[in-house]
Each structure stands twice: as structure tokens, then as C-alpha cells.
């Protein structure tokens, strides 16, 4: 009982330290407001559903078809497609915080532990690159091999 306890406060830690992470070398196509209220408050309502998912020029939106995204509160996020539900965990997060050379932008951060299409596609913090209040467009340049991944979210 104690270790299903100490996954969700583990997950908040990774959290947190990816936010902590962050750099301005990514930043040049972000959305340049600083207030992740109002992102927060869009992602809060109703369900979304992933309408393009692109991994370094390669199309894999065809992994996330078919799920309804609940971006919850407690930072909880809710993935199901009627028969499979996941769970992981969301945050806006100002990255001013904790970079050594302020960007003023968001990061968009989701963390999920299964299933592995979830956990190494989507977890990651996001740069904003657009926002409507029915669809959020993403983007990721991976420090590793330096390729570039975008995610966009419509509303249901």
C-alpha cells in the first residue's frame, strides 16, 4: 500500500525537476506570455483528444487514437479510450523560475509511466506554440538527438 503512496508523490518530484530544467535554447517559436492561469483554465474543461503527434518528422498520431485526455485537478491527468484507462500527471509551469537566463515562457509538462507509448512519446515539458480555448499546439526539441516533436490537443 505504501509504494502505490510514494508513485504519485515520485511523480511529482520528476516533475518539478523537469520544470527546474529548463533552458531558453528552445525557445524562439514559444508562446511568450508568462501567466499559466489561463492555460491551466482552458486544459481544465472538458476532454481532448490528440489530433497530431509528429516524433523527429516521423507521423504517430495513430498511437493516442481513440483516447479522450482529462487534464484534472491535483494535476492529475486522465487518459481512456473506453476499455484502457491511464493515469499521469500535468502542470503549466512559468520556467522563469528556476532559469539561470529567463525566457518568459510555459512549459507544458505531462508525465505518464504506462503504457510505453505514452510514457516515452508524451512525457516531456512541452513548449506552448499556440493556444484557442478548443486547441493547444506543442512542440519539444530533444536535447539528445536534436530532433523536434509536436503534440497538438483539440477539445472535444
Known amino acids: 500500500m505504501k509504494k502505490i503512496k510514494l508513485i504519485p508523490l515520485l511523480a511529482m518530484i520528476f516533475m518539478l525537476n523537469v520544470a527546474s530544467m529548463c533552458s531558453n535554447d528552445d525557445d524562439s517559436n514559444s508562446l511568450s506570455n508568462s501567466d499559466p492561469v489561463p492555460v491551466i483554465n482552458t486544459m481544465s474543461q472538458g476532454t481532448w483528444r490528440i489530433t497530431f503527434y509528429e516524433d523527429s518528422g516521423e507521423n504517430h498520431t495513430n498511437y493516442f487514437t481513440g483516447y479522450n485526455f482529462t487534464f484534472g485537478t491535483s494535476n492529475v491527468l486522465t487518459a481512456s479510450n473506453g476499455v484502457d484507462i491511464y493515469t499521469g500527471i500535468w502542470s503549466v509551469t512559468n520556467s522563469d523560475t528556476n532559469d539561470d537566463s529567463p525566457s518568459n515562457d510555459l512549459d507544458f509538462n505531462i508525465l505518464f509511466t504506462s503504457p510505453t507509448n505514452f510514457s516515452d512519446e508524451l512525457s516531456d515539458d512541452w513548449d506552448i506554440l499556440s493556444r484557442t480555448d478548443t486547441k493547444v499546439e ?19
Open 138 to 156: 506543442l512542440v519539444d526539441v530533444s536535447g539528445g538527438n536534436g530532433g523536434t516533436d509536436y503534440l497538438t490537443f483539440e477539445k472535444n
